[in-house]
């Protein structure tokens, strides 16, 4: 039976690699060819020895070794469909990993976590440089009593604060 035993297909079943049905609470196979197909069909084709054909021909006969060396075997697409395309995708991932690392050790992308930090502590250096002005010029303000020169001094003080931050922001861009 297309090169797996009777035996190996009912541990495949146990093991849930394999569909059957139930009849007066036995296990039956519709069709154990079909059974072996699905077996086939999971195997990685690059591993074991056995390379049964689907179609239950015998396999052909080694070519004579004064002709030359014969084509290798291929198994028919649906015997390694579902292998392949399940190693193809994880590839696919992979290489999709390995090019966000290369972007961000380039700086083309930057980490979520990175660039949160680097947010809150910019806005917490907006945050203390803003309060900062009061005590810095309380002193001052203090001995006016003209309004012009205290909003001067407030409007001062509070550009010179912003140009400052705009400085650093454009730095950390």
């Given at each position: 039976?297309?090169?797996?035993?009777?035996?190996?297909?009912?541990?495949?079943?146990?093991?849930?690699?394999?569909?059957?049905?139930?009849?007066?609470?036995?296990?039956?196979?519709?069709?154990?060819?079909?059974?072996?197909?699905?077996?086939?069909?999971?195997?990685?084709?690059?591993?074991?020895?056995?390379?049964?054909?689907?179609?239950?021909?015998?396999?052909?006969?080694?070519?004579?070794?004064?002709?030359?060396?014969?084509?290798?075997?291929?198994?028919?697409?649906?015997?390694?469909?579902?292998?392949?395309?399940?190693?193809?995708?994880?590839?696919?991932?992979?290489?999709?990993?390995?090019?966000?690392?290369?972007?961000?050790?380039?700086?083309?992308?930057?980490?979520?976590?990175?660039?949160d930090k680097a947010v809150f502590n910019f806005h917490r250096t907006i945050r203390d440089r803003l309060l900062n002005i009061p005590d810095r010029i309380a002193a001052v303000l203090a001995g006016e009593s003209d309004r012009e020169k205290v909003h001067g001094i407030l409007s001062k003080e509070l550009r010179q604060a912003?140009?400052?931050?705009?400085?650093?922001?454009?730095?950390?861009?």
């Amino acid at each position: 039976m297309l090169g797996i035993s009777v035996q190996a297909v009912g541990k495949y079943c146990i093991a849930g690699k394999v569909s059957f049905s139930f009849k007066d609470g036995k296990r039956y196979f519709t069709d154990l060819n079909d059974a072996a197909r699905e077996i086939l069909a999971s195997r990685d084709p690059g591993r074991g020895k056995s390379r049964a054909r689907l179609d239950g021909d015998a396999a052909p006969e080694a070519a004579d070794p004064k002709e030359g060396v014969a084509a290798p075997i291929e198994p028919p697409d649906e015997a390694i469909g579902s292998y392949n395309k399940s190693l193809a995708r994880k590839e696919h991932y992979k290489s999709l990993l390995a090019e966000i690392e290369y972007q961000i050790e380039t700086g083309a992308l930057v980490r979520k976590a990175d660039n949160d930090k680097a947010v809150f502590n910019f806005h917490r250096t907006i945050r203390d440089r803003l309060l900062n002005i009061p005590d810095r010029i309380a002193a001052v303000l203090a001995g006016e009593s003209d309004r012009e020169k205290v909003h001067g001094i407030l409007s001062k003080e509070l550009r010179q604060a912003l140009t400052e931050l705009a400085d650093e922001a454009e730095a950390i861009v």
